[in-house]
């Protein structure tokens, strides 16, 4: 299977998480941002924990479960 550019990881991790997501709207729209400011699943990690200090508890919530699929994403990625 291939897996998309890193760009897109983050498209891909919100689309498996999506269900289990309380903020759905909001969520959207830091997807749409965070995904058009990074080239990288470093600069999409960082990006996505910067923005947990000013969240509130159930977003926060939110973003911590799109970072661990983007994680996860991300060490399927790296060979073995």
Known sequence: ?????KSSILRTAFE????HIS???SMKSL???VEKSTDSLE???M???SRLEDAEVTLRTDIRI???ECR???DRMTPK
């Open 1 to 5: 299977m291939l897996f998309p550019m």
């Open 23 to 25: 903020n759905l709207e």
């Open 47 to 49: 990006e996505l924990e």
């Open 66 to 68: 799109l970072i661990n």
């Open 43 to 45: 600069s999409i990690l």
């Open 16 to 19: 498996k998480v999506a269900p």
């Open 31 to 33: 997807v749409d941002e």
């Open 72 to 74: 996860h994403l991300g």
